[in-house]
């Protein structure tokens, strides 16, 4: 394991993560690359923030990578009936085709707490196995999810494609405030 995560700890991930509810997708930007679909988005400010994509299974979670401009990647697990405590350590397991890649603590953000985030940073050895791979497992206390890595390579390259093209483009435009209104005019007497 690289040295700089055995460091990561939870609150530098979670304020990495934090800004995602002021985030947004630009218009006509989600993509789909066989059972993954993602999006580009931007942020308060209008210029580009991060690419995300995801693939719901039968088992109903969802997997989620999470590219940001800077090239940080997030795994994220999801599911609907979820309600995890964003103060809660939540040490999260990764493992790929049975060997163990990294244990670490994993973030829950306290506006979205139906995700679970774990930090991959910019570890290529970590991505080239994710690419090559044929299960992921991520574990959790006593929660063991399984996914199938299936069309993981051709839509990690698309997910990267997306933070590349991100990261060329000019800043959107915030939309112009509307002048105030104008008081109205008192009727003239006479």
């Not at 930090?119 to 996914?147: I, P, S």
Request: some cysteine; charged content about 25%.
């Amino acid at each position: 394991m690289p040295r700089p995560f055995r460091r990561l700890s939870a609150l530098p991930v979670a304020l990495l993560l934090s800004g995602l509810a002021g985030w947004s997708p630009p218009a006509a930007a989600q993509w789909s690359v066989g059972d993954w679909t993602g999006n580009s988005y931007i942020d308060r400010d209008g210029g580009f923030s991060h690419c995300i994509m995801s693939a719901k299974y039968n088992s109903g979670i969802t997997l989620y990578f999470l590219l940001f401009r800077n090239h940080d990647l997030f795994i994220g697990v999801s599911a609907p009936d979820w309600s995890l405590n964003p103060h809660s350590p939540y040490t999260m397991t990764l493992a790929i085709d049975g060997k163990v890649i990294r244990s670490a603590p994993g973030a829950v953000l306290r506006y979205d707490t139906k995700r679970l985030w774990l930090a991959l940073g910019k570890d290529g050895k970590t991505r080239e196995q994710l690419r090559r791979g044929l299960k992921l497992r991520l574990l959790q206390g006593k929660r063991d999810y399984g996914f199938r890595l299936t069309g993981t390579a051709r839509s990690l390259k698309r997910l990267e494609r997306c933070v590349q093209m991100g990261n060329k483009s000019a800043p959107q435009k915030k939309p112009a405030k509307p002048p105030p209104p104008k008081p109205a005019s008192k009727p003239k007497s006479g």
